[in-house]
């Protein structure tokens, strides 16, 4: 079965400075694999995917994550947090043929100024 | 353009009181619908999911059932709350096809009382 690990409950960052968040995956084949943000008492939000395409994925709001087959890991970057970054992000896989997403737990981001 | 609708954003039960929480699409077509749960500091819990009308899958045994009476409608019911139903209630789609993302409604809060 798939699984996600999203290995940091929390990150806390200083504004300005890079943000990494990290995840590695189960799969038994080849998965499609997402980032979601949610901010407080809201839904969440694709941030972006990985669908077998470029193993390097670039998102919205200045987001990417690279795709590591052979580390199993799904890694979310951005260069520069911005104090509007504070939130939850949660890594999820799908699998081909598969209805359901699997969520991670989730990472909670602290952007300090 | 797709968009989903949840409601209502915020709701107080009693213990032993029913609930109904609904969901609609807009925009397209026999999509894929999911209810989660996110209870207060953890990951996402997939309580329902239904890839066509009349067609449900529990995830988690529970005192809760959902229904898709309409291809873009999907309710989610209680007759009973427990304390224990509390938390963040989230309904999502995504199209009939592989490796596809899930859109989210933007969540109703649930208290039990």
């Known amino acids: 079965a798939q699984s996600v690990t999203q290995l940091d409950s929390h990150v806390s960052v200083s504004e300005g400075t890079p943000v990494l968040l990290r995840c590695n995956y189960s799969s038994s084949y080849s998965p499609s694999l997402f980032w979601y943000v949610q901010h407080p008492n809201k839904g969440l939000q694709l941030l972006l995917k990985?669908?077998?395409?470029?193993?390097l994925v670039k998102g919205i709001n200045g987001f990417e994550a690279e795709f590591k087959k052979s580390e199993t890991s799904f890694h979310l970057t951005k260069p520069s947090a911005h104090m509007s970054d504070a939130a939850e992000y949660f890594c999820?896989?799908?699998?081909?043929?598969?209805?359901?997403?699997?969520f991670g737990t989730g990472t909670r981001l602290l952007v300090s100024p | 353009s797709q968009t989903i609708h949840q409601w209502p954003a915020t709701l107080v039960q009693p213990v032993g009181s029913p609930l109904s929480l609904e969901c609609t699409v807009e925009?397209?077509?026999?999509?894929?619908l999911y209810w989660y749960r996110q209870a207060a500091g953890r990951g996402l819990q997939l309580l329902f999911y239904s890839v066509g009308i009349g067609q449900i899958s529990s995830e988690v045994p529970q005192n809760l059932s959902a229904s898709r009476p309409q291809d873009r409608q999907f309710i989610l019911s209680s007759k009973k709350l427990l304390l224990s139903d509390s938390g963040f209630y989230l309904c999502?789609?995504?199209?009939?096809?592989?490796?596809?993302?899930?859109?989210f409604g933007q969540g109703t809060r649930l208290t039990v009382v």
């Open positions: 999820v896989v799908s699998q081909s043929g598969f209805q359901k997403l699997v």
């Open positions: 999502a789609w995504r199209r009939g096809e592989l490796n596809t993302e899930a859109f």
């Open positions: 990985y669908t077998s395409a470029a193993t």
């Open positions: 925009g397209t077509s026999n999509p894929n």
